[in-house]
């Protein structure tokens, strides 16, 4: 049997994904690895816990003959909490809480070391190209105000201002053809 010393060498780095300050392990590859490392692998995502107005999702991966439970909140793409999240949000989060509970085996743990250190306020944050994307395509299929006020929110805590203004000036677009 292969075990979590052997596991965790296997280099994932071409199977990730960047986004901010965070790195994430396509989770497609994580099963795909798992299940050809132990076949008779299985998962199950726990009820989601409710904190405030957000969710923590939980996974529990068997394989190896081993249990390991990872949680995660349903996060935005600034790594904040979301308030209230959507389905989408919420399956989002639990493929990627799937990703870390395989991690816990083995499979790319190294991508998220230093985690659970707490991160430094910086003013010089850094908003991809691909953040202001995702932004613009949530604002576009918006029906309503209140998704509006929701993506508001989530960029607001954006330090880099060209990002932030380039991100606004599309929410004022889609808040007028909303009220008209």
């Known amino acids: 049997m292969i075990t979590f010393n052997e596991l965790k060498k296997i280099n994932v780095n071409e199977h990730t994904e960047k986004k901010g300050n965070l790195t994430y392990l396509s989770w497609a590859w994580a099963v795909d690895q798992l299940l050809s490392n132990d076949p008779t ?83 010089d944050q850094q908003v991809t190209q691909k953040d202001i994307d995702y932004c613009v395509s949530k604002i576009n299929k918006s029906e309503s105000i209140d998704e509006l006020m929701e993506i508001y929110h989530q960029v607001s805590t954006w330090y880099d201002a060209t990002s932030l203004a380039k991100v606004k000036s599309h929410l004022t677009t889609r808040k007028n053809e909303l009220e008209a």
Not at 61 to 68: L, P
Request: aromatic share 10%; charged share 15%.
């Open 41 to 123: 692998a299985t998962w199950e995502y726990k009820e989601p816990r409710q904190f405030g107005d957000s969710l923590m999702v939980f996974c529990s991966v068997t394989a190896f003959g081993k249990t390991m439970t990872a949680q995660l909140p349903v996060l935005n793409y600034a790594n904040k909490a979301v308030s209230n999240p959507d389905s989408m949000a919420v399956n989002t989060a639990m493929q990627r809480c799937l990703a870390k509970a395989i991690a816990l085996h083995g499979i790319g743990l190294y991508i998220y070391a230093g985690e659970d250190l707490p991160q430094e306020e910086s003013t």
